[in-house]
Structure formats: structure tokens, C-alpha cells
């Protein structure tokens, strides 16, 4: 909640306590103090509640913050179609009970911990004629569990920004959105928080790839009133391929590899991919060098599905493809190869190469196939299935079958001096 100066709040609490009786809209108060209750209750604290009287409950309420649904800026080119799916998935979100206020209980949502925020507000303001030391007693459990939350701000920031991630894709027409708390006394009292939506457009250049001029698009997404936030790759974390003087390289992608993401994630959401990977590349400036190219690993909540590739070309890095993680160019799929003994053309036989092998129908914990997987880091892929809100991708991988080939293949590799076999297959 925005601070006010002494002198402005003084003012604000008095207009409003002589606004009973005067056509002031206290419609959903009931509701509003209802939830409340249910918020203390849920904190262990629901008796406190009876130190609340008729005056403290009506002026909590005054004090309230309302969520308002996102709005279109004036001459902003977005679709009617994309503001009702804005409006929806903003209150949808808001509502969603996600938060745990206390361990084991029913959890609440952002819009309950501004709720809890507005009741912190109220007991702390001047001259709210309260016992203080009576309330925070009495609300003790409920206020050192809202201390322990992240901010109002923050959590509704934050699920801002995997909303603007989510329904937005790279190098396509993107919209943001800015914001602002504004206070309001007439006819309805509160502090309005006021979305407005924004719209923007990609960075298009052209660079010369293998000597032809390619379209290349800046990498990157908007985030709430930030604009649109690119992500840059700092010079040491791909030190052995660049001398530059640069600190940091900003990243490009090329069309082909924004189709292959969305190709070779399928069938998992490709909404929480990009989720994923926005909160991932905002969070850190990751980046590795295998076999003299750059990969940007990608996880699909904490698993790890694959990697952008990408090379240095004047002085930026440009992301050329997305492989799945068992790809030899990947280091596990290397090692996967080296372990097994399954080359390339094996792997797409056994489809090794797709997402949805992984999604159900998993190896027993024992077996040689769960092994393998261990060995070169990939077993988790099998976890997948679980993050699915829905087991709609069955697959009829026998890996009982695919275990004799690989035997076969190790028999097949013994009759071979390891010195030859290093060189022909590694």
C-alpha cells in the first residue's frame, strides 16, 4: 500500500469516518469481513476476531485494496478476444489458492493476503483508537504469519510477470502491462489498483549466417511495468569461444529454433514451458560451452528437457536450434551413448528422442534401462508424467525390448579393442 505523509493519512481516515450515512457504497462488506474471519481461523486466531466492533470492521473495510481488471490503453492495437482472455486469467489467478498463510492448512490466495495486508494497515494506523497491545496479542498468530510471506506487492507482481511469460511468445506482436495504486473516496473507498494493458512489438535485424542474410529476433519478453526484458549472456560463462571485449552479449533467435522448442516439448504445456523458461533465464545468466557451442539449458519445472544452441556472430549470441536432452550434441546425450552404446539412428528408433516417451509407462527402479538413465543424468525425465495435470499421453515403449538391444549392442562392443571403439563411436 502506497505510504502517505502523516498529515495526508490524517486527513484521508477522517473523510472517510464521516462517509457512514452519507451514500458511501458498502456493498460486500459482509463478504469481505467473512473472509477475514476465515483467514484468522485459519491462522488459529478466529476468536480475536471478537475485539473487532461495528466501526473497526466498517473503516478495515474502507481501507481495502481492489484488484481492478487489466484495461486496454487508449490506442493500444489488442484484440477485444485478448482482453476478455486477460480479464479471466487475471481474476482466475488472484483467486487461485496457492499461498501457505500456516503449514498443513488450508491455503489462501493473493487476493486474502492483501485482505490480511488491509487489517495489518488498519491496527498500525494513527489515531485508530485501538489497544494495541490487545490486538496484537490476540492477532499474534496471523500477524507473524503474514511477516513470513513475501510482500502483497511481490507475490502479485511476481504472478504478473509468469502471466505476461506464459500467454506471450517470443518474436511474436507481445503486450505488457503498467500499473498503479490510486486512492479513491467516492463513491467507493479504497485504494484502486489500476492495470492497463500495453502493446509491443519484436526487435527484427538481419545477420549473415553461413553467407546468407538471416532473420534473426532479440530474445526476449515483457515483464509488468518493465517493458520488455532481454536476456543478456555475461562474457565468462562463454569464455573459451569469445575474446571479446564485451561484458555481456545480448541473444538472438532465429525462427527455426523458436519452432523446434515448440515442436520438441510437445505434448507438455507449452504455456508452462514458456513460464519455465522465463522465470529461469530472468533469474540467472546461464550458459555453457560444449563441443565449441553454447547451450542454454531449459527445464520444465525442475527437470531438464533440453538446450537452445547457439553460436557468436558479431558480437552476439544467436540461438540456431532446440535439441531434447538425449541429442548427442547434449553432454548427457553423449554420455547416454557412451553408457549405452545407442547411436544416433538407435535413439530416434527407440524415441529416445521424444518428450512423450517419458510421460508414463516408466522402467522398473531396478532395471538396466533406469540404470543407464542414471548414469547419464536423464533418469528424471521419467518424473515428467508427474507434473502433467492429466496422463492423456500413454506411450507402448517396451523397454524390455529396448534393454536386450542394448545388450546386444554391449556384446557386440566387448569383440572390439577399446582404443578402436573410442575412436568409431565417441
Known amino acids: 500500500m502506497p505510504k502517505k505523509t502523516t498529515k495526508k493519512r490524517k486527513k484521508k481516515n477522517r473523510e472517510i469516518s464521516n462517509f457512514k450515512g452519507q451514500g458511501i457504497n458498502l456493498g460486500g462488506q459482509s463478504e469481505f469481513i467473512n473472509r477475514f474471519e476465515k483467514l484468522a481461523e485459519i491462522a488459529g486466531c478466529k476468536d480475536a476476531c471478537k475485539l473487532l466492533n461495528k466501526s473497526n470492521r466498517m473503516m478495515m473495510y474502507l481501507l481495502r485494496i481492489h484488484l481492478t481488471q487489466p484495461r486496454v490503453d487508449k490506442g493500444e492495437p489488442i484484440s477485444k ?73 511481490d507475490l502479485l507482481y511476481g504472478m504478473y510477470d509468469n502471466i505476461l511469460a ?24 479504497g485504494v484502486f489498483h489500476i492495470v492497463k494493458v500495453k502493446h509491443y512489438r519484436p526487435v527484427k535485424r538481419s545477420i549473415a549466417i553461413e553467407g546468407k542474410r538471416r532473420p534473426i529476433i532479440q530474445f ?6 518493465g517493458g520488455i526484458w532481454y536476456f543478456k549472456i555475461k562474457n565468462h560463462k562463454i569464455k573459451d569461444i569469445y575474446k571479446g571485449d564485451k561484458k555481456e552479449l545480448e541473444v538472438y533467435i532465429q525462427s527455426h529454433a523458436i519452432r523446434r522448442f515448440e515442436e520438441r516439448t510437445r505434448p507438455l504445456s507449452l504455456i508452462f514451458c514458456r513460464l519455465f523458461m522465463a522465470k529461469l533465464l530472468r533469474n540467472y545468466s546461464i550458459a555453457e560451452v560444449f563441443r565449441g557451442k553454447i547451450l542454454i539449458p531449459q527445464y520444465y519445472g525442475d527437470i531438464k528437457i533440453g538446450y537452445f544452441v547457439a553460436a557468436v556472430i558479431d558480437e552476439k549470441v ?48 531396478d532395471s538396466l534401462i533406469k540404470r543407464i538413465m542414471q548414469e547419464a543424468g536423464i533418469d528424471k525425465l521419467f518424473d515428467l508424467g508427474k507434473l ?13 525390448e529396448v534393454e536386450a538391444y542394448i545388450e546386444n549392442g554391449r556384446e557386440e562392443r566387448l569383440q572390439i579393442p577399446e582404443e578402436k571403439y573410442e575412436e568409431e563411436y565417441c
Open 318 to 365: 544467436i540461438i540456431k536450434t532446440f535439441l531434447f536432452i538425449t541429442h548427442q550434441s547434449t553432454p548427457e546425450g553423449h554420455l547416454l551413448e557412451k553408457v549405452s552404446g545407442l547411436g544416433k539412428k538407435d535413439i530416434s528408433y527407440w524415441r529416445f528422442d521424444s518428450v512423450s516417451s517419458f510421460l508414463s509407462n516408466p522402467p522398473e527402479e
Open 388 to 400: 502433467m495435470e492429466s496422463d492423456t499421453n500413454p506411450n507402448d515403449v517396451d523397454w524390455a
Open 166 to 189: 506464459m500467454l506471450n511468445a517470443v518474436g511474436r506482436e507481445m503486450f505488457s502491462i503498467k500499473t498503479a495504486f490510486v486512492r479513491k473516496e467516492y463513491p467507493v473507498s
Open 81 to 153: 478476444e485478448l482482453a476478455k482472455i486477460l480479464a479471466l486469467v487475471f481474476r482466475s489467478w488472484r483467486e487461485r489458492r496457492n499461498i501457505e498463510l500456516i503449514k498443513g492448512r488450508e491455503l489462501i490466495s493473493i487476493g486474502d493476503v492483501y485482505v490480511i495486508d488491509c487489517f495489518i494497515y488498519f491496527i498500525r494506523k494513527e489515531d485508530n483508537g485501538l489497544d494495541l497491545e490487545a490486538f496484537n496479542s490476540a492477532f499474534k498468530p496471523l500477524i507473524d504469519a503474514y511477516n513470513e510471506l513475501e510482500s502483497p506487492e
Open 220 to 225: 526476449g519478453w515483457p515483464i509488468a511495468n
